[in-house]
Nanobody, 122 residues
Framework: QVQLVESGGGLVQTGGSLRLSCAAS????????MGWFRQAPGKEREFVAG????????DYADSVKGRFTISRDNAKNTVYLQMNSLKPEDTAVYYC???????????????WGQGTQVTVSS
């Protein structure tokens, strides 16, 4: 079992930055791939970024590539999402997720956090 708790969301102006954190419980955190997803009102949940257990493989949605960076600290059981050059279209609830393998399809992820709101004002 893996329990996930996100933090770091908030209100920021266009062009600003935020860093999301996701703290995981459980001794097997380092064996899981981790990911960030987001869901805007009226839209489906979409993949944002993923990182494998060793941090050697990372994947990003085209919409955030070059602006967002995913990283993890296995000693702290934490995964991060550094978000720079934020745009109003980045406004959404951001969710942390864990799975054995990193895929973009949210249906393949078994563990989810409760989400944290990110709002980017224009």
């Amino acid at each position: 079992q893996v329990q996930l708790v996100e933090s770091g969301g908030g209100l920021v102006q266009t062009g600003g930055s935020l860093r999301l954190s996701c703290a995981a419980s459980g001794r097997t955190f380092s064996s899981y791939g981790m990911g960030w997803f987001r869901q805007a009102p009226g839209k489906e949940r979409e993949f944002v970024a993923g990182i494998n257990w060793s941090s050697l493989n990372k994947d990003y949605a085209d919409s955030v590539k070059g602006r967002f960076t995913i990283s993890r600290d296995n000693a702290k059981n934490t995964v991060y999402l550094q978000m720079n050059s934020l745009k109003p279209e980045d406004t959404a609830v951001y969710y942390c997720a864990a799975a054995r393998t990193v895929f973009r399809d949210p249906l393949t992820w078994g563990y989810w956090g409760q989400g944290t709101q990110v709002t980017v004002s224009s």
